[in-house]
């Protein structure tokens, strides 16, 4: 079965960095395209970040270009998140996701459960 397991949520100050990770067991990271989304409090979820199979594609929403970073670590079967200079409305549950068509702007197959970052003072 295949599952997708983020980390690296937790509570920092505005201003702050943070490094989220998404995890694969079961399959490998590399053959797919992978999207970070997030779903703050009482609001609709949104596309943050994601990275084509290829990593040749890369797109960011406008609220995060300049301060966030999305990677590939092939040997670890991993895609990070890295997220510079937060902001408070950077708070959310934070999703990261896997499309079998290893492009991004399509539909993703695959959800971890999320982590939760929250930034305040």
């Known amino acids: 079965q295949l599952h997708l397991v983020e980390s690296g949520g937790g509570l920092v100050q505005p201003g702050g960095s943070l490094r989220l990770s998404c995890a694969a067991s079961?399959?490998?990271?590399?053959?797919?395209?992978i999207a970070w989304f997030r779903q703050a409090p009482g609001a609709e979820r949104e596309g943050v970040s994601c990275i084509s199979s290829s990593g040749g594609r890369i797109m960011y929403a406008d609220s995060v270009k300049g301060r966030f970073t999305i990677s590939r670590d092939n040997a670890k079967n991993t895609v990070d998140l890295q997220m510079n200079s937060l902001k408070p409305e950077d708070t959310a549950v934070y999703y990261c996701a896997a499309a079998e068509t290893g492009l991004c702007g399509y539909g993703m197959n695959y959800w971890g459960k999320g982590t939760l970052v929250t930034v305040s003072s």
């Open positions: 079961g399959f490998t990271l590399e053959t797919y395209a």
